[in-house]
């Protein structure tokens, strides 16, 4: 069935750079929105960017400015590209997908989550 696979993560200093990917598999009629969460130990998952099948994007206050969500559809994958990062945007990150695909021998359309991948920020 399907599912996204995400790339990346790591180990930066603070004002670094970092670049997450993540790509969609599997037999998919359609992805609508497609978007970036984190999760910090013992807060609340919450979201840092979206992307539409159009192309529109949104930010969370905190990452505005600082990151950017792209999205290149005949791949299936959206990338999150974070600039000068801060401490406090060390979390697992983990990619998100509307999508309409199909599941044996019907199609279904249900929320989609990548494995995470943890992002450090740290001197």
């Known amino acids: 069935q399907v599912q996204l696979v995400q790339s990346g993560g790591g180990l930066v200093q603070p004002g670094g750079s970092l670049s997450l990917s993540c790509a969609a598999s599997?037999?998919?009629?359609?992805?609508?929105?497609m978007g970036w969460y984190r999760q910090a130990p013992g807060k609340q998952r919450e979201l840092v960017a979206t992307i539409s099948s159009g192309g529109r994007t949104n930010y969370a206050d905190s990452v505005k400015g600082r990151f950017t969500i792209s999205r290149d559809n005949a791949r299936n994958t959206v990338l999150l590209q974070m600039n000068s990062l801060k401490p406090e945007d060390t979390a697992v990150y983990l990619c998100y997908g509307d999508i309409y695909y199909r599941t044996g021998g019907t199609y279904q359309r249900t929320p989609v989550w990548g494995q995470g991948t943890q992002v450090t920020v740290s001197s």
């Open positions: 599997g037999i998919i009629a359609s992805i609508y929105t």
